[in-house]
């Protein structure tokens, strides 16, 4: 017997909306169906019209008001995403929203308070979150074998100009908001549990008349946990080595999406040495050779291939499960609200001035 079919409203048929929601939905008709979508744009809407034998409209509040689907997909530039989604649970919707999920903790209250009100189902959509890469690290820190963790560096980015919205801040743009929030979940997650310390320096080269920024370095650090740097620039020429880079006091760990690779040893296994008193032992240097266990690991065919697909199939696949069947969200917004907490106070400590008041 067939399993149930969800229909699914999409406001935003842009970049997110039809090129990462769409595409994977399509690809599973066994679960779910397009039944509307909202786009100002006209040869969008005809796009959609056309491709998915949907209703079409040009204005988001009247799919909100016409319903007739079992989740609503908020994937409208980054200024909308709060206001937009606190209206469609008012409307009665559950509501996956596109990241970031705000621009400060009192835009995603608000969306969690009109959540639990309608009691509906708050969905953020962190598809990074399902990166295999990452969950194998996760097992990998967890097993103990690098010992405590004291440090985690990631870098997102390279050289690119850009000349639209998300140069803006009045439309919600820069790297920290835009690329930003997929090292930044990853980043929470790793830290642990408590909300961490925060440092950070950003600057607005935008050479085409944008006010976000669009470099940004930020550290995570608390008592306790790893300190842990994010890179976003868009002004890395060349690749500083791996995606990630993780330092343990047995061991370390280097990749990202393509693979992992990583080395370890048994403490009970190492040499023992005494602290050399009063100097060195006759001029020498320490040295000493550790029985290192070196380790590697790929990820699956069909993640390799088409890394952000695969994302979006395991986020509905949970999605769905949510839903259907009451599984538990893999993405909870208690975990993306301590996100939002450390963005807006890298933004706190980085008043950049604004040269575009108003958008369009």
């Known amino acids: 017997m067939a399993g149930k079919i969800l229909r699914v409203g999409i406001a935003g048929y842009g970049r997110s909306g039809c090129d990462i929601h769409t595409r994977w939905l399509r690809q599973a008709p066994d679960k779910f169906r397009i039944v509307a979508v909202a786009d100002q744009i006209e040869s969008r809407r005809n796009d959609a019209a056309r491709d998915l034998q949907c209703t079409v409209f040009s204005d988001y509040r009247d799919l909100l008001k016409k319903g007739g689907f079992d989740f609503f997909i908020n994937s409208l530039p980054s200024f909308l995403h709060s206001r937009v989604t606190a209206e469609a649970f008012k409307a009665g919707h559950n509501v996956v929203c596109e990241k970031p999920l705000g621009t400060s903790v009192t835009e995603f209250d608000a969306m969690a308070a009109a959540a639990k009100k309608a009691r509906r189902r708050f969905l953020p959509f962190q598809n990074s979150r399902f990166f295999p890469f990452f969950d194998k690290m996760r097992e990998i820190i967890a097993s103990g074998v690098l010992g405590r963790i004291l440090h985690i560096r990631s870098t997102w980015g390279g050289f690119g100009r850009r000349w639209d919205w998300q140069t803006l801040q009045v439309t919600g743009g820069g790297n920290l908001l835009n690329t930003g929030p997929h090292p930044m979940d990853h980043a929470i997650i790793l830290f642990g549990d408590k909300q961490p310390k925060v440092f950070c320096r950003m600057e607005s080269i935008q050479p085409f008349g944008g006010d976000a920024e669009d470099f940004c370095a930020v550290t995570l650090y608390g008592k306790g946990s790893p300190t842990i740097e994010v890179l976003l620039s868009s002004y890395l020429v060349?690749?500083?080595?791996?995606?990630?880079?993780?330092?343990?006091?047995?061991g370390g760990m280097a990749g990202g999406p393509a693979g992992l690779r990583w080395k370890h040893f048994d403490p009970k296994k190492a040499p023992t040495?005494?602290?050399?008193?009063?100097?060195?032992?006759?001029?020498?240097?320490?040295?000493?050779?550790?029985?290192w266990v070196d380790e590697t690991w790929q990820p699956p065919e069909e993640a390799a291939k088409d890394p952000f697909n695969y994302n979006s199939r395991c986020f509905y696949n949970n999605v769905y499960d949510v839903l259907v069947n009451g599984a538990e969200q893999v993405v909870k917004p208690a975990e993306v609200r301590r996100q939002i907490m450390a963005i807006e106070e890298c933004h706190r400590q980085n008043k950049l001035p604004r040269r575009v008041k108003r958008w369009p």
């Open 238 to 250: 060349y690749p500083q080595g791996d995606q990630y880079s993780v330092s343990g006091t047995l």
């Open 273 to 291: 040495h005494k602290l050399w008193r009063p100097w060195s032992d006759e001029r020498k240097y320490c040295g000493e050779t550790l029985p």
